[in-house]
């Protein structure tokens, strides 16, 4: 089905383009509207409400005019690319207030700085000024910070850190989590006979993160981790890593390699000088192999799990369409998150935990999630293959979780 994008289309983009993330109650895998939203008329969206009790002004930029309010904690004057960020999460919040109806919601856009500090105040304040929910903040040190100024407010939070141990009760991640790519792309290969791996990963906290997540999986599944090597970023220090594993890669399924950029092609290349046959091995990665030369012959045929890029493309043209430059995949978790909260708070009561961790989950531009109790998230990520140098889906990302009700 196309969508319209002409002025008299708008109902169409709504209804159509994975805006409607809320889908509530009922079983998991029951049908649900998952990315339906009802279509806003605008004439009433844009219409202010009337106010049924005086409420604290808010301190920061108002947008919208709705009875539930929600605070945006962004490090809008953060150093480095911290305020570049913040600017694209704050235009995909404004296209999703678009989306969603500016009588949805009052958001109130906070500047923390990019600082811990900032976003103590701005989450102290977001609580004082009767915020129902905190979006952001985004770096997981200012994730905590927020979270400890909230105390026992039970005010929910929803912050983009990646950082799996900023989550806790009541604090979720909007985010693309590690584990849950690594997870998917290994129980994908154990599922086609894959069942002894070798990794191949870089030194420092992704390339723990990576090993826990491939044992873990690998063990799940019935199959094993048989070697790691680690490296530096420099040509020695890959080929002493390949030097490592060689024998145990000789006798593996597959070879995991969960880096982006030059990393695939080149373990692959010093692989093959190195004279270790890798054909019939599985190459693995992740989608960090979105940064990477998929024209190389040498990387044909391998499998990694990633976000299904038809979604994010739609989101990315509607982004460029409305603000003139193309966004960066995390901003979409903002739009997402917005677009989530509105629809809950159009049910009335405000935006409580056992809403927003309802197990049949959302449906958003960033593919299917759902908030677990801990604060992490659970993601439907698709299959992705090397072929031609390009990536195409060989496995879908799920519609729905599996399970019970």
């Not at 979409?332 to 998150?337: K, N, R």
């Not at 197990?359 to 439907?380: C, I, M, Q, S, W």
Request: with cysteine; charged share 15%.
């Amino acid at each position: 089905m196309k969508l319209s994008t002409s002025p008299g289309g708008r109902t169409g983009i709504i209804s159509l383009a994975l805006a409607g993330l809320l889908a509530l109650g009922g079983c998991v895998g029951a049908d649900v509207p998952y990315g339906m939203p009802q279509p806003v008329d605008q004439s009433i969206a844009t219409r202010p409400i009337a106010e049924t009790a005086p409420r604290v002004a808010a301190t920061g930029e108002v947008i919208g005019t709705g009875e539930t309010r929600v605070a945006l904690l962004l490090p809008l004057t953060g150093e480095g690319n911290a305020s570049r960020i913040a600017a694209e999460l704050k235009n995909a919040a404004l296209l999703a207030m678009d989306d969603a109806g500016l009588n949805a919601l009052e958001m109130v856009v906070k500047d923390t700085g990019g600082t811990t500090e900032g976003a103590a105040v701005a989450a102290g304040q977001a609580s004082a000024e009767g915020a129902a929910a905190v979006l952001g903040p985004l770096f997981s040190a200012n994730v905590r910070a927020a979270a400890q100024a909230l105390g026992t407010s039970q005010t929910p939070m929803i912050a983009f850190s990646s950082d799996r141990a900023a989550a806790s009760p009541g604090v979720y991640l909007n985010s693309f989590l590690p584990q849950g790519v690594v997870q998917r792309t290994l129980s994908y290969a154990a599922r086609q006979g894959v069942r002894t791996v070798v990794a191949i990963l870089p030194d420092g906290a992704a390339g723990d993160i990576a090993e826990a997540e491939a044992r873990r999986t690998m063990l799940s599944m019935g199959g094993e981790v048989t070697a790691v090597a680690r490296y530096a970023y420099d040509n020695m220090s890959v080929y002493e890593a390949v030097q490592r594993v060689a024998d145990a890669v000789r006798g593996a399924d597959a070879v995991f390699i969960p880096d982006g950029g030059t990393s695939p092609a080149t373990i692959v290349s010093t692989m093959t000088e190195a004279g270790i046959d890798i054909s019939g091995k599985k190459l693995l990665g992740t989608g960090q192999w979105a940064s990477a030369n998929l024209a190389d012959p040498a990387l044909q045929g391998a499998w990694f799990a990633d976000t299904d890029q038809g979604r994010v493309s739609t989101y990315k043209q509607r982004y460029q369409a409305r603000f003139g430059a193309e966004p960066s995949l995390t901003s979409a978790l903002a739009y997402d998150s917005v677009v989530l909260v509105a629809n809950i708070a159009r049910g009335g009561g405000g935006i409580p935990r056992h809403a927003l961790e309802t197990p049949v989950g959302f449906n958003g531009y960033t593919g299917l999630f759902r908030f677990l109790a801990d604060g992490t998230t659970e993601r439907g990520y698709a299959i992705y293959e090397v072929r031609g140098g390009k990536a195409e889906i060989i496995d879908a990302a799920p519609s729905r979780f599996g399970g019970g009700s």
